[in-house]
């Protein structure tokens, strides 16, 4: 079970998930190993009850991206690594429920996400 103690709760397609935004101060892990001084940028996550879907996805990057961390990504096994996919849609100015909903549909029944590699082109 994942934590829900603070946490948004949200159901899609009939799992439970929960959400919550941190800061990148609040999120200095996973900030130090983007290699960037930006200590203020925010990161929605959302994690499956089961721990199968972990996205991070980083909330003012210029081109839009999730960072799986799961072990099933668009209906797929994964390595459990961090992999990097285009998000095909824009952020929104406030994360809400109807755009955590998107993104849960996406991750879990889109298909052909674009993977790509961490790159200037990703940083903030």
């Known amino acids: 079970m994942v934590r829900a103690k ?3 709760k ?4 009939s799992r439970n998930y ?7 101060e609040n999120d200095r892990d996973y900030w130090e ?14 994690i ?6 972990i996205l991070t996805i980083p909330l003012n990057a210029p081109t839009p991206y999730a960072v799986s961390k799961g072990r099933e990504f668009q209906g797929k096994q994964t390595s459990g690594c961090w992999e990097r996919y285009i998000m095909p849609f824009e ?5 809400t429920p109807r ?9 879990v029944s889109g298909e ?3 993977k790509t590699e961490y790159s200037a082109e990703f940083r903030f």
């Open 6 to 8: 603070g946490r948004r």
């Open 10 to 13: 949200i159901s899609v397609l």
């Open 18 to 24: 929960v959400r919550y935004v941190l800061s990148g």
């Open 33 to 46: 190993r983007v290699s960037s001084n930006d200590w203020g940028t925010p990161f929605l996550h959302i």
């Open 48 to 53: 499956s009850e089961d721990k199968r879907l």
């Open 91 to 95: 952020l929104p100015k406030s994360v």
């Open 99 to 107: 755009f955590v909903a998107e993104v849960i549909n996406w991750a």
């Open 112 to 114: 052909k996400a674009i």
